[in-house]
């Protein structure tokens, strides 16, 4: 039981030495630690995106809301302008001015253009076409039994339309068209010759032929961005326009020009102390309105690409991020606007910027970690590699015969001992060679003990080439020898032995300069076929046996039983 303990155990410790690999064990924990760091600094870079989205969101939200906020109050006033017509209409004012207003449009309704001042230091004049022009259109409509409450709330909208148009931060024009035939505006003059160009103009613009009941059934503020004409300075305006409805009946439309000037102070005043990237105002067609860049050569242009792409993300949500390259753009729509602000963060400024520091130091610290991790896998594996040779070096020596490279006897009696069990297990034979080398006391005596020592390196070499690779030979005495042949019967192993005998006897050594030796030896075997013995000790000392004998029967010959010689 002891012994078949001992054999487990040392079988267990062989089959753990060939599977541990203490250089792969370093690298796989390196490897294993590298992959973790890099993990752990990846889920960093990952908040630190995440917070770096909601930063740029929070930015353009903040500007996205105070832009808004300076465009509520445009639109409210727009809005207010047209519940003060509304109420005009439900309610005209019975001033003797109005009235006399009203009675002269009836001598001039005929005339090519027209104008009706009442007051000129407390309401704008109203400026009318002729009833022939009119007609010619079944988008205008001079309603006999509406146009004289018409003209009169027109005089009070435009009492409200001076005082707006007095202040230093007003919007760049205010007016009133009606589908009557006329028209009051911020910016009207005492000339009349444009009269009819002018609000033909008007009445052709998108702003109002998008407001009928067909095409705007909501009744909601849209936005235009009119083309550059003379009357707008030869610059594109934007246009915020309402419909007027009072009692089903669609009057006209109340409108806001916006240069583009104004809507890039807007969008200037509404960033505040958010400098960092540009801001971008577009329109419902993403075409420019404003920037943030002062030079228009510095402005981040989208090409074709870019823009469809910019547009297909607006169409799916009312805010958002795009990377584009190396810029970061985030968008969201404007309540009061009919359009969309964009902020556009570049590399270069992310780099900058606290979030881009973060992501250099970031970096830098994983990088160091990761060259000190490298370092230090060299070192440490250099250091396992020569502790795991050393430690070979060292089992080697403690298992082998320095001289004769050949197992010691301590390894030889272990290895045997694991053979015996092995063939007893499987019912093989198992045999055992004892070797002696003849007259080797003389050989020291005669040429020292290093010719001793090349004859004995020379001796075991020749009886390892002999052998098979599953055989154990080994250094067991001075000059004695032992070979273990699992499987072999005792007469093969006896050929065996012979062979060896023979290879021995027939080279002659050199021991010293010109000086040449042939030694011989004898030999003994046993097996475990004789008597069914497996035992290792008992089968070496019967070979042992048999080796005297043939030392006593004249040496350089080899005995397998007893008292007969072969």
Known sequence: MQRDTYVVKRSFL????????????????????????????????????????????????NV???????????????????????????????????????????????????????????????????????????????????????????????????????????????????????YLSTDTTSQTVDIVSRYYRFVTQPWFTQQSERENRSRAIRWFVSPPTAYTGNAPVITASVPIYYDHYWYGVVAMDFALTTMKRFLMDAMDDHTEGEYQLYDSRLNMIASSEPSVRHINRFDEREMAQVAHAIESDTQGEIRMGTRFVTWERLDHFDGVVLRIHTLHEGVRGDFGSISIALALLWALFTAMLLISWLVIRRMVSNMYTLQHSLQWQAWHDPLTRLNNRGALFERAKILAVQCQEKSLPLAVIQIDLDHFKSINDRFGHQAGDKVLSHAAGLIASGLRSNDVAGRVGGEEFCVVLPGITLEAAAGIAERIRARINSKEILVKKSTTIRVSASLGVSGSQEKGHYDFEQLQSIADARLYQAKQSGRNQVVWHDHEKK
Not at 29 to 50: G, H, M, P, Q
Not at 72 to 79: A, I, R, T
Not at 119 to 146: C, H, M, Q, W, Y
Request: hydrophobic share 45%; net charge neutral; glycine share 2%.
């Open 64 to 182: 996205a809301n105070a832009l808004d906020r300076q465009l509520q109050f445009n639109v409210d006033k727009l809005l207010f302008f047209r519940h003060s017509m509304r109420d005009a209409l439900q309610t005209p004012l019975a001033f003797g001015v109005l009235h006399d207003a009203v009675f002269r449009f009836k001598t001039v309704r005929n005339t090519p253009f027209w104008q009706l001042a009442v007051d000129k230091d407390r309401t704008l004049p109203i400026n009318g076409v002729s009833d022939a022009f009119v007609e010619k259109t079944t988008l205008l409509s001079r309603d006999d039994e509406r146009v004289n409450n018409e003209l009169s709330a027109a005089l009070e909208l435009g009492y409200l339309l001076r005082l707006a148009s007095s202040s230093p931060q007003r919007e760049e024009r205010v007016f009133y068209i009606s589908r009557a035939g006329f």
């Open 14 to 61: 062989q089959w753990l030495q060939k599977q541990s690999n203490p250089g792969r064990i370093v690298n796989l924990c390196f490897l294993v630690v590298l992959i973790f760091s890099t993990l752990l600094t990846w889920r960093e870079v990952v908040v630190l995106e995440d917070a770096y989205i909601s930063s740029q969101r929070n930015h353009l939200e």
